[in-house]
T-cell receptor, first 114, second 111 residues
Framework: EPEVTQTPSHQVTQMGQEVILRCVPISNHLYFYWYRQILGQKVEFLVSFYNNEISEKSEIFDDQFSVERPDGSNFTLKIRSTKLEDSAMYFC????????????FGSGTRLTVV | GQQLNQSPQSMFIQEGEDVSMNCTSSSIFNTWLWYKQDPGEGPVLLIALYKAGELTSNGRLTAQFGITRKDSFLNISASIPSDVGIYFCAGQDNQGGKLIFGQGTELSVKP
């Protein structure tokens, strides 16, 4: 079954450093998403992306965050200057045009800011 | 903002028992979804509901979308050890739109 692939599975970074989280969505999918889950809490929406632009973003997705689809297969989330409170699991998700509800999530990248 | 309240927060049951968990919202959603999350993994879709009053089954799972579109329940019958995990409800306003997740119900199953 097709999967959304995220790398790395775990990343440790120093506070203030830039970090890029990488995702390879399912190949024929057109809509892409990032969510995050702080340890022990619920999953929260960050941003949705379609046709090379942001469709919607949450209050969490401030100027420190950006997303990019640099080529035909990757979808990245960049955090410019990480803070301790950015420590969380970050999930990428994708869906295709005809998918009515929900979408497919990746296994996540655990980001630890020290 | 839109919020989903999920209950109970956690459940400890014996293998073979049936389980029921609920989710309520202050606002209406067009689609309601139930996801399961295993440790260290992303959420996996179990059941999707998009008609008010709809009752849908997927194996041992049964879910219903409330008539008011503001609530849902998920039942698991004859639980087994691999049912262990965190179950999240999620509401979606429109096709492909953001998901609003509940806080999750952590299920533990004793063999």
């Amino acid at each position: 079954e097709p999967e959304v692939t995220q790398t790395p599975s775990h990343q440790v970074t120093q506070m203030g450093q830039e970090v890029i989280l990488r995702c390879v969505p399912i190949s024929n999918h057109l809509y892409f998403y990032w969510y995050r889950q702080i340890l022990g809490q619920k999953v929260e929406f960050l941003v949705s992306f379609y046709n090379n632009e942001i469709s919607e973003k949450s209050e969490i997705f401030d100027d420190q965050f950006s997303v990019e689809r640099p080529d035909g297969s990757n979808f990245t989330l960049k955090i410019r200057s990480t803070k301790l409170e950015d420590s969380a699991m970050y999930f990428c998700a994708s869906r295709d045009y005809g998918q009515i509800y929900g979408y497919t999530f990746g296994s996540g990248t655990r980001l630890t800011v020290v | 903002g839109q919020q989903l309240n999920q209950s109970p927060q956690s459940m400890f049951i014996q293998e073979g028992e049936d389980v029921s968990m609920n989710c309520t919202s202050s606002s209406i959603f067009n689609t309601w979804l139930w996801y399961k999350q295993d440790p260290g993994e992303g959420p996996v879709l179990l059941i999707a509901l998009y008609k008010a009053g709809e009752l849908t089954s997927n194996g041992r799972l049964t879910a219903q979308f409330g008539i008011t579109r503001k609530d849902s329940f998920l039942n698991i019958s004859a639980s087994i050890p691999s049912d262990v995990g965190i179950y999240f409800c999620a509401g979606q306003d429109n096709q492909g739109g953001k998901l609003i997740f509940g806080q999750g119900t952590e299920l533990s199953v004793k063999p």
